[in-house]
């Protein structure tokens, strides 16, 4: 599979399933468009046609006679490039998938739901303000420890483990997530294991000691803030209605500052209220954030803030809008890193990770404070997604080996997408909640999934090209 399209200065050629890309001018462009469906001869002829106008004269001749080898020189790379695997590749990954949904899996990462609480009232919170549709609650010290233990006792010889501290509001619990900390330092020593602690935050309860303490121990640290103060108060209020921007931004800005910029970004959501969401992602580069994330809400259609279907198109322009301007600062050595265009083309994730994404409910899981296990976050507060408790493990095998056969290959939508390798088949939980069940697909989602992957691969093309200039 080939996907081929335009993006700034750039013509773009994605193999598919080798994932090489290739910047090609418009000749090889049209060339690669026409292969499999021409015969060389025939795509001479439309190519001659398409690029010389029709004069008879000596010079018209010689141009046709210097275009034409130029045409069978290509037509033969293109064809070398075919056999080498790197151009109409086939697909080496479906006749795996049978062994792929077999595998056996290790629980590598935790999601600790420390708070089922928060001190503000976000309107689009999944979390219903981080009750997740239960009562609010925090995890005691006991059900933290049991739930580190259970994840080193599951995880098998795999030395490197992560632990995210989350909510609702962890660091109305921040007592505890200390503790847990030290209690899983220990541990490393004594079953030879990595854990890499993250924690997120809304940033009201952040203060010095917060800041030493996660400069310490957290590998990355998420800095919820929607953009601009207007967008960010209507969305993020207090309960009693007043904005947080004025209290949370200094804080952030010190805290990215304090870690050199790096290992943490600041996290926002757009809606269907602030559709130009470039100008949040500007703004929040103004104010100093070098790592950045400004991601689209996922709510029922009846929401007044959700994305609708007819919003679509200007946000795919928003990004288009947002690669120019990452681009353009890039140019004048202003670097920012945009979550969502983040790419690697050399490394990348394994086969695993592109075959079935972040690994929800099979080497993923989520803990509430009662130490009940649900597939992810987003799972959490449905009973029918509750798959056991952290003093017992997985109980729920059906649920399990359900999301343990969930892939690219078992979405029908994900089989003929060009993006399927760098989004794994989307979220679970998205595709649950549109389409009832965790094969299906968010159609939204995956348009803009779609044109995020094209400017991320512009990005990097722009990116080699900077890097060979200065050179």
């Not at 800095?223 to 108060?233: A, F, M, P, Q, T």
């Not at 007044?304 to 279907?309: D, L, M, N, R, V």
């Not at 990770?353 to 992810?376: F, I, Q």
Request: charged fraction near 30%.
């Amino acid at each position: 599979m080939v996907h081929q399209y335009k993006n700034g200065d750039y013509n773009i050629v994605l193999d598919v399933n080798s994932g090489s890309v290739h910047i090609v001018d418009d000749l090889a462009y049209d060339m690669i468009a026409m292969y499999q469906s021409n015969t060389k001869e025939e795509i001479c002829t439309l190519l001659l046609k398409k690029y010389l106008s029709q004069e008879d004269t000596e010079d018209w001749k010689r141009d046709q006679e210097k275009l034409k080898k130029e045409i069978e020189s290509l037509y033969d790379e293109i064809s070398s490039m075919k056999e080498k695997g790197i151009l109409f590749s086939d697909d080496i990954y479906e006749n795996y998938i049978e062994q792929f949904k077999n595998r056996q899996t290790l629980i590598k990462a935790l999601c600790l739901h420390i708070a089922h609480d928060c001190n503000l009232a976000c309107k689009y919170c999944f979390a219903e303000e981080g009750e997740y549709h239960g009562k609010r609650a925090l995890m005691s010290f006991e059900v933290g420890k049991r739930a580190l233990d259970f994840l080193i006792s599951n995880s098998g010889s795999r030395k490197n483990l992560e632990v995210d501290f989350f909510g609702g509001e962890p660091l109305m619990n921040f007592e505890v997530v200390k503790q847990l900390v030290d209690y899983g330092r220990e541990q490393e020593k004594l079953h030879n294991k990595k854990f890499r602690f993250t924690l997120t935050t809304n940033g009201v309860a952040l203060t010095d000691e917060i800041m030493e303490f996660a400069n310490r121990e957290m590998s990355n640290v998420v800095l919820s803030i929607d953009g601009r103060k207007e967008v960010h108060n209507k969305m993020r209020p207090f309960r009693n209605g007043t904005g947080s921007y004025d209290l949370i931004v200094p804080k952030f800005q010190r805290l990215a500052e304090s870690r050199e910029q790096k290992n943490y970004y600041v996290r926002g959501t757009f809606t269907h209220e602030n559709l130009d969401f470039s100008e949040d992602v500007k703004h929040l580069a103004k104010l100093g954030f070098e790592q950045i994330s400004i991601e689209p809400v996922v709510a029922p259609l009846k929401e007044s803030y959700a994305i609708k279907p007819e919003d679509v198109e200007q946000l795919l322009e928003e990004y288009d809008k947002l690669a120019q301007y990452i681009l353009k600062r890039r140019k004048e050595g202003k670097w920012i890193n945009f979550f969502h265009f983040m790419i690697d083309l050399s490394g990348g994730p394994c086969v695993a990770k592109r075959l079935s994404g972040c690994g929800a409910g099979t080497e993923y899981l989520a803990v509430t404070p009662w130490g009940d296990l649900y597939p992810c976050h987003q799972f959490v507060g449905m009973d029918e997604f509750l798959m056991g408790n952290v003093w017992e493990g997985v109980k729920d095998i059906a649920r399990r080996d359900e999301f343990l056969r969930c892939n690219v290959y078992a979405k029908k939508d994900c089989k003929e997408c060009f993006a399927k390798f760098y989004c794994s088949g989307g979220c679970a939980a998205n595709a649950y909640h549109f389409e009832g069940n965790i094969t299906g697909t968010y159609e939204i989602g995956c348009k803009l999934q779609r044109k995020r992957v094209e400017c991320a691969l512009m990005l990097k093309a722009a990116q080699e090209e900077l890097e060979e200039t200065k050179n």
